[in-house]
């Protein structure tokens, strides 16, 4: 399936962008691995020193999505729910939340190759089916979390 292969590769790009940022001393392995949250403005919330390194590193890459999924929703998720980088053509940005949604929540969580689930997304209009395809993201061979795309049928 093509939409796998390509979210996949994008997970490949995110990895790499996260191994680049850790050579060049702009992110740390073990804040990424043990994030510490804090309160950002309004409801938004803040992963330490990170947020501003991730969103230099990934934002470009998921911005891009080198042979990625092209879906109106992308997010880079940590183990915790977490988005600090998140692309979509829908109001109200995830990015700087922890979301709650079951779904997004199994997939930060998965650390299988790639995960498809179909549901009935309130985000995509009422009764409209959603599919979301993740795949991890590795650093330093420890699962830190996914990227995730929801793409409407």
Known sequence: ???????????????????????DGH???????APA??????????????DE??????????ETCPGGPSAA?????????YVPVAREDIPGSRAG??????????ACRSTTPYRIEVERSALTGVGRLTVHMSA???????HWGCVAAALPL
């Open 136 to 142: 991890p993201v590795f650093v330093g061979g420890r």
């Open 1 to 23: 399936m093509k939409q796998v292969e390509q979210i996949q590769s994008l997970a490949r790009a995110v990895e790499a962008a996260l191994q680049r940022g850790i050579a």
């Open 73 to 81: 929703d992308i997010r880079l998720i940590d183990r915790s729910g």
């Open 53 to 62: 390194a991730l969103r230099q590193h990934i934002g470009p890459v998921i």
């Open 97 to 106: 939340r922890l979301i709650r949604e079951p779904v997004w929540l199994r």
């Open 27 to 33: 992110l740390s392995a073990e804040r990424l691995l």
């Open 37 to 50: 949250y804090g309160m950002g403005r309004g409801e938004r919330l803040v992963c330490g020193d990170s």
